[in-house]
Nanobody
Framework: QVQLVESGGGLVQAGGSLRLSCAASGRTFNRYAMGWFRQAPGKEREFVAAISLSGRTTYYADSVKGRFTISRDNAKNTLYLQMNSLKPEDTAVYYC???????????????WGQGTQVTVSS
C-alpha cells in the first residue's frame, strides 16, 4: 500500500507556472507507475499525465502537451508536475495516483491522494 500527499497548488495568473509535488510513503514507490489527474467543478476526473516506474516513459493529455512535464525522483519517493503557460481552463483540483501499470484511465489507479487546488485567473 502507498499513501500519497500532494502539495504546491495555489492561485496563479494566466501564463504563469506552478510545480506540484506528490510525496509517497513507504518503500514501494518505485514499484508503481504514477499519474496526475484533475477534476474541475461539475466535471469528471480527467487524465493529465503519467510516468513509468523508471521515469523513461511519459504520457500526456493533448490539452497539456508541451506545457506540463511529469517527472519522478524515486530516491525521494516524490512525483512532480511542472505546469507552465497556465490557462484558466487548467483550474481544477489536481490528484496524484499510483498504479501497477502505466495507464491513462482513472479505473487503473489503485491509490489516490487528497488533491491540491490549482486556480488560474484570467
Amino acid at each position: 500500500q502507498v499513501q500519497l500527499v500532494e502539495s504546491g497548488g495555489g492561485l496563479v495568473q494566466a501564463g504563469g507556472s506552478l510545480r506540484l509535488s506528490c510525496a509517497a510513503s513507504g518503500r514501494t514507490f518505485n514499484r508503481y507507475a504514477m499519474g496526475w489527474f484533475r477534476q474541475a467543478p461539475g466535471k469528471e476526473r480527467e487524465f493529465v499525465a503519467a510516468i513509468s516506474l523508471s521515469g523513461r516513459t511519459t504520457y500526456y493529455a493533448d490539452s497539456v502537451k508541451g506545457r506540463f512535464t511529469i517527472s519522478r525522483d524515486n530516491a525521494k519517493n516524490t512525483l512532480y508536475l511542472q505546469m507552465n503557460s497556465l490557462k484558466p481552463e487548467d483550474t481544477a483540483v489536481y490528484y496524484c495516483a499510483a498504479s501497477r501499470i502505466l495507464a491513462t484511465t482513472v479505473r487503473e489507479y489503485d491509490y489516490w491522494g487528497q488533491g491540491t487546488q490549482v486556480t488560474v485567473s484570467s
